[in-house]
């Protein structure tokens, strides 16, 4: 699917492995096949942790991005059927 370390750290939601492969170079602003970046798929996931740690480091420069899908990452949140409401917080 186009997923990089990063990517599949993020959905796990181990954050010190992201925190670890972005200090090494890796873009948390990269896509993959569906135009995901890494807060998109933590966000989708249910991976507080990691949109925690993304939005304090403010890694992503636009939360409001969208996929090819159409959505950004509060609606892959929800979507998602996780626990949204500490993502919608995080986000809003």
């Known amino acids: 699917k186009g997923r990089n ?16 492969l972005i200090t090494k170079g890796l873009s948390a602003e990269e896509r993959d096949n569906k135009g995901n970046n890494v807060l ?7 991976s507080n942790e990691t949109v925690e740690f993304l939005l304090g480091q403010k890694l992503i420069s ?10 950004d990452a509060l609606l892959l949140s929800i979507e998602g059927g996780c626990k949204p409401s500490t993502i919608i917080s995080l986000l809003l």
Request: proline share 0%; hydrophobic share 50%.
């Open 5 to 20: 370390a990063l990517a599949l750290a993020a959905i796990r939601n181990h954050v010190d492995i992201v925190a670890f």
């Open 62 to 71: 636009n939360v409001n991005v969208k996929n090819t899908d159409g959505y």
């Open 40 to 46: 998109q798929l933590a966000c989708q996931q249910g």
